[in-house]
Each structure stands twice: as structure tokens, then as C-alpha cells.
């Protein structure tokens, strides 16, 4: 009777046992879906924000600066509360903070889009008024004598009621980077606690498996960023307020803005939806005590087990104090660590240099190849995201299967860095002439180059049509130079509103030089040749062999940051180096790339209140030498220092042994680990990893 006592107690046991960890794995099951989700949607909103930049910047007539402004505000947004959230977050209901984190990032992406349904209607030119009751545009201004007349009627009252932008519409931007500061708050939580929840409740030695799964669903989000802000660059911004058949312009023109708004809403609405999960989620699973295991995740430094050991302790207010000031003697002794400070300023060079060109690199495509957004953004977000992914996975199988030294991943660093600065150069060979544009780089008449853009004067040709001389309405002659204006072409007549629209009797088109050419223009900016067409389809294999060989060296470069201080200040080392990143590379380059870029650009957009808007057309020659050539010099230095750094592992490991033992081998897998943690670029919740990819 005792014996089968004890059976029955036993089988009881079990089956509790079993109840216990099928509730466990449910619930754990369902949060890892949860968190994947949420990972994908924070990515998509990410490669929403990059691809719709350039439509920002028209759509707001903004400088390329202050669109950098604007991209670098979810890095503030971040660095406000990430010090708060990796604290108190694991002190509370981890999956409801995320669930909060979600839906604030939704709000911030709905509110990014919010200026499109108050703010009046797009006009792409000063001299025409879509109004959607009749569909009708008025007719473009022509060589007239009385021209001066037609210049008064465009300022009208009546014309900006219609559409053309007021003051107070001058600064609708500021939303837009409020909603981006509040997508990068409520990003925040997502990662570090998701990952430090993870690592509690899985199973002994599946947490690399489920992470690796993590981010690997994570980089659906990116995908189908690219591929939606592709499509939606196509649609015009006012569809299904305005008729289509009344607008001219086409996605290939500088004035073209698309349906920007559409996708940051479509990913405040995923944001929302992921957020409702965590809320009916546990604080904690149903797991036996002795099972869970202390958090990996830096981001989370005090476990379960220390805070109730925090909790029974009998001096609280003592522990406090030892702690802050064990945190200031940490910090000391890793910033008079000198390989830890070489390294350190290295990899935020290096990540300077890629956070700009990536932020810019659409635009780029876009005014330097005639590219529509479009198809910027679907050829290099196809194209890069796999090729990344490739270039880790190997790179780290090299360090694993050659089981380099540090002194060894250092000198493989830096081969990587001189093939990458090699291969970069190539894209000089890519830059494109200056368009043939009468007034900024040839004269009037088509004769003969201009010294400069600036204050160039008319022509016999035209310097008796009154022209206002800020309008950008380009057309194309058929001697192949663009005009900035039908009126700047000396045209007479045009055919009205039938598409497409040409204009007659060109006396700027019909110069000496020229013989048996119509003196007709069409409305838009003249393609480019065929040559600079063959180059873009260069520079994409450029950039794939070009990210190729960056991200060998993603995990190199985590593990670096970590492997040259002592085991116990790994997590404050890599703590202030995602800071600095954040701080000094996040929000700084695109700031200042985009005051770089600034300085190339010909023909600026006049506002209604007669104030500089976003840029019409730059000078391709002077926009890529000085956008690679920012890159190169930061690449530059960073072969510079990569010399210093090799020369002082050298002196401190001179003599001893650093070959890849057991723990450093294990260290490849802490960085694979680690950069998920920090994210790559196009899973970009942060970019302290990214520096790599350039």
C-alpha cells in the first residue's frame, strides 16, 4: 500500500512537473513570437524613416541638414531613456514595458506622419495651383514682355489658398522629428529586456538558438521596409485628394514627393498591434528557481537572485555608495585603458563614416544617376541586407576556423579596412558629369561653361522676356541642355495642358552651333547619357563587394571592445562604447554630412515667404567628391589608427601567449551576441554595431 503511495505522489509529481513546463514553454513560446514581431516592426519602421529621407526633405523644403537633424532624433529619443528603462526595466514587468515601448513607437510613427492631413496641398511649382474642385492647373509662363504681370498674379491670395505653403506651415517638420524622438523612446525597451527575458527562461544553452532566430526573422522587416517605401515613392503624396491626371512631373523629378505618410503609418499600426501580446504575458514563467539562469544581456546588470539579495540587505544607502563609486573607479580604469580609448575612437570614426553614407546614400543614387526613389530604394535595400548577413556569418567562421589571436583579428581588421578603402575608391571613377544646365553650368545662350553657378547673366536670347529667374520648371531642348524654365528657353507658345507639354518657337534653343535642331523644349530635365547610366549599374557591384568585405569584420570588432579591458568591466565597456556611438556618430553625422552636401547643390526652392527651401539640383561632380571624399578621409584615419592600435597590442601582449583558447573562442560567440544586441544598420534600433558595414 506504501509502495503504491509513493507511485501515485510520484506520478502526480510528474504530471505537475509536465503541467509546469508545458505552461512554461507555452508562455515562453508566445513571447519569443511576440518579441519576433515586435523586432520586425521596429526594423520596418527604421527602413521606412531612411528611404522616405529625400521625400521629407522636399516635402518639408528643408536643407539636407536639417533632414539630418531629423534621422539622428531617434538616437536622442534613445539616449534619453536608455539608462532609466536598462535599470528600473528589469525591476519591473519586463513584457509590459515592452508592450508600453511598442506603443509608443507606434504613436511616434503615426505622429510622423500627422503634418500630411494639415498641411494644405503639395505644389511642386510656385507657377501652378492644383485645385482638386475643377482639376486644373494654370498654364506656364512663357516669353512675354508683359511677363512682370503674370509674376504678380502667382503671389496672389487667391493662388496661396490654394496650396502654396504658409508660415505657419514653415516649420510642420518639427512633428515629424518629435514623432521620430518618440519612435526612438519607445524603441528602447524592446531589445535589452526582450533579450534578458530570453536568456532567463529558455532552456540551458538554447538562448544563442532562439536569438539567432530572432534576428534572423528581424530582417523581414527591413525587407519589406525597402520594398513598401519603393511603392509608395511611386504613388504621388496627395493621392486620392487630387486628381492625377492634372499633375506633370514624374517620380524621376526633383520636385516629385510620394506617398511618404503612407508608410509610417501602415508601421505605427503594426507598432500598435505587436504591443497587445506583452500585456497578457507573465512577469515570470512558471520555472523552477534553480533553473533560471542569470541574465547575458549588459543592458540588464542586476538579475532576479541580486535583487533580492538587494532587497534582504541590511544597508542599503552603504551599498549605493559603493556601487556609484565602484562605477566611477570601472569607468576610470577602462578610459586609461589605452587600447580600450584607441579602439574606442577608431570604431566611431568608422561608424561616423557609414552612418552618413548610408543616411544619404538614396539621395545620392537618386542625384547623381537620375534614379527614382523607387528604385534606390528597392536596388540597394535588396541588395545590401543579404549581403551583410553573408559577409558576418563568414567573417566570423574565419576567426572560429583559423582561431585567430587578438593580435591576429586586429591585423585581420585591418586588412579588411585597407581592401575597403580600396575598393571605396573606385566610386570616384563613378561620378557622373554635371548636367548641361543653362545658367548653372553653361551659359544661356548653350555656348560656353559657366565659372560658377551664381549670377550668371541672361542672354540676347532671353533677357528681354522679364523671367523670374527662382522659378524651377526645367525643360529639355533638343541640343540637349536643360532649362531652368520655359520662359529662361526663350519660348514663346507651348501646347497648352495636352501631355506631353512642348513648347515652340525656343529662341535660346536656336543658337549658332546648332544648325537642323527644332527649337522646341519638353517639359522635364534631359536624361542622362548612356555612360553614366553604365556607371550605376557599377556602383551596385561596387557596393556589394563593398559591404561584402566591411562585415567580415563585424563580430572582430565587438569582440575587440571588450577583449582588452578585464573579464569584469566587459559590460561597462561595451555600455560606453554603444553610448559614444550613439551620441558622437548617431545624431552628429548626419548632421553635418548633410551640411556637406549642402554646399553642392545649384538651384534652391524659394517658400511663399521668400525663404531658401530644399535643393533642386547639385553639382554631381562636387556632391561626390566631397560626399566620398568625407567617407575616404574618415576611412583614412581609420588606417592610420589601426596601425597605433596593432603597435600597442604588440608592446602589451609582447611575449605572452593570446592565442584563442577555450574562453575567447567562446568570446566569437559573445560578439555575434553582443552585435545582435547592438543591431546591425538595417535592423536599426541602434547603431552601435554599425560602424562596420562601411
Known amino acids: 500500500m506504501m509502495d503504491q503511495n509513493q507511485h501515485l505522489n510520484k506520478t502526480a509529481e510528474a504530471q505537475s512537473s509536465r503541467k509546469s513546463k508545458s505552461r512554461c514553454c507555452d508562455g515562453f513560446k508566445m513571447f519569443l513570437a511576440a518579441l519576433s514581431f515586435s523586432f520586425i516592426c521596429k526594423s520596418f519602421a527604421a527602413a521606412i524613416m531612411k528611404s522616405n529621407i529625400t521625400q521629407i526633405e522636399r516635402r518639408f523644403e528643408i536643407s539636407s541638414s536639417i533632414a539630418g ?7 536622442i529619443g534613445n539616449l534619453l531613456v536608455i539608462v ?32 500630411h492631413f494639415f498641411m494644405k496641398y503639395y505644389r511642386f511649382s510656385k507657377e501652378t495651383s492644383i485645385n482638386p474642385s475643377n482639376n486644373s492647373t494654370s498654364s506656364l509662363p512663357t516669353c512675354q514682355i508683359n511677363q512682370h504681370l503674370l509674376l504678380n498674379k502667382t503671389s496672389s491670395p487667391e493662388i496661396l489658398d ?8 514653415s516649420y510642420t517638420w518639427v512633428y515629424v522629428l518629435m514623432g521620430n524622438m518618440l519612435r526612438g523612446i519607445g524603441e528602447t525597451p524592446i531589445q535589452p529586456l526582450g533579450i534578458s527575458y530570453i536568456d532567463d527562461f529558455a532552456e540551458e544553452g538554447d538562448s544563442s538558438l532562439y536569438l539567432g ?27 486620392g485628394y487630387v486628381d492625377l491626371s492634372s499633375i506633370r512631373i514624374t517620380p524621376k523629378d526633383s520636385r516629385w514627393v510620394g506617398a511618404w505618410w503612407l508608410g509610417f503609418l501602415l508601421a505605427g499600426l503594426l507598432s500598435i498591434i505587436s504591443s497587445i501580446p506583452f500585456f497578457f504575458l507573465p512577469k515570470n514563467l512558471d520555472k523552477p528557481e534553480k533553473e533560471r539562469k542569470v541574465s547575458a544581456s549588459f543592458h540588464v ?36 585603458n589605452p587600447l580600450y580609448v584607441i579602439f574606442l575612437v577608431l570604431t566611431l570614426i568608422k561608424s561616423s563614416a557609414f552612418i552618413g553614407a548610408l543616411t544619404y546614400v538614396f539621395k545620392y543614387v537618386e542625384q547623381q544617376y537620375d534614379q527614382p526613389a523607387a528604385t534606390a530604394n528597392i536596388v540597394l535595400g535588396s541588395i545590401t541586407i543579404p549581403t551583410i548577413a553573408t559577409g558576418m556569418f563568414i567573417g566570423g567562421y574565419i576567426v572560429k576556423k583559423f582561431k585567430l589571436t587578438l593580435l591576429g583579428i586586429a591585423k585581420f581588421l585591418f586588412f579588411i579596412n585597407i581592401l575597403a578603402f580600396i575598393f571605396y575608391l573606385l566610386n570616384f571613377a563613378l561620378i557622373c558629369e554635371n548636367r548641361s544646365v543653362a545658367g548653372l553650368t553653361v551659359t544661356y545662350d548653350g555656348n560656353n561653361p559657366v565659372t560658377s553657378h551664381t549670377n550668371v547673366p541672361l542672354s540676347y536670347c532671353n533677357s528681354h522676356c522679364n523671367c523670374d529667374e527662382s522659378q524651377w520648371e526645367p525643360v529639355c531642348g533638343n541640343n540637349g541642355i536643360t532649362y531652368m524654365s520655359p520662359c529662361l528657353a526663350g519660348c514663346k507658345s507651348s501646347s497648352g495642358n495636352k501631355k506631353p507639354i512642348v513648347f515652340y518657337n525656343c529662341s535660346c534653343v536656336e543658337v549658332p552651333g546648332f544648325q537642323n535642331i527644332s527649337n522646341s523644349v519638353n517639359l522635364g530635365t534631359c536624361p542622362r547619357d548612356d555612360q553614366c547610366t553604365k556607371k550605376f549599374y557599377i556602383y551596385i557591384l561596387v557596393q556589394i563587394l563593398n559591404s561584402f568585405t566591411v562585415s567580415l569584420g ?35 553625422a548626419p548632421i553635418y554630412f548633410g551640411a556637406l552636401i549642402d554646399k553642392a547643390c545649384m538651384k534652391w526652392s524659394i ?3 521668400g525663404k531658401q527651401g530644399s535643393c533642386r539640383i547639385y553639382n554631381s561632380k562636387l556632391y561626390g567628391n566631397t560626399y566620398l571624399g568625407l567617407i575616404e578621409c574618415f576611412k583614412f584615419l581609420t588606417f592610420i589608427l589601426y596601425i597605433v592600435f596593432i603597435y600597442a597590442m604588440k608592446k602589451k601582449y609582447q611575449g605572452k601567449d593570446t592565442k584563442a583558447s577555450e574562453n575567447e573562442r567562446k568570446a566569437v560567440n559573445e560578439a555575434n551576441l553582443q552585435f545582435l544586441n547592438n543591431d546591425g544598420y538595417f535592423v536599426p534600433s541602434a547603431r552601435a554595431a554599425s560602424e562596420t558595414h562601411m
Open 69 to 75: 537633424l531629423i534621422d539622428g532624433s531617434f538616437e
Open 84 to 115: 532609466f528603462v536598462s535599470y528600473f526595466g528589469s525591476k519591473l514587468h519586463r513584457p509590459k514595458i515592452i508592450g508600453i515601448g511598442c506603443f509608443i513607437m507606434g504613436i511616434g510613427s503615426v505622429l510622423t506622419a500627422l503634418p
Open 162 to 169: 490654394k496650396g502654396w505653403e504658409t508660415e505657419s506651415e
Open 213 to 239: 532566430s530572432l534576428y534572423a526573422i528581424a530582417m523581414l522587416g527591413p525587407i519589406l521596409g525597402f520594398m513598401l517605401g519603393s511603392l509608395f515613392a511611386t504613388m504621388y503624396v496627395d493621392i
Open 301 to 336: 546588470p542586476q538579475t532576479n537572485e541580486e535583487r533580492s539579495q538587494m532587497a534582504s540587505s541590511t544597508n542599503h544607502g552603504q551599498n549605493v555608495t559603493e556601487n556609484t563609486t565602484g562605477f566611477f573607479q570601472s569607468l576610470k580604469s577602462i578610459l586609461t
Open 554 to 588: 563585424t563580430t572582430s570588432t565587438i569582440m575587440l571592445v571588450f577583449k582588452n579591458v578585464q573579464p569584469e568591466l566587459k559590460s561597462l565597456a561595451l555600455g560606453f562604447h554603444s553610448l559614444t556611438i550613439r551620441a558622437l556618430g548617431g545624431i552628429l
Open 607 to 609: 517658400n511663399s515667404s
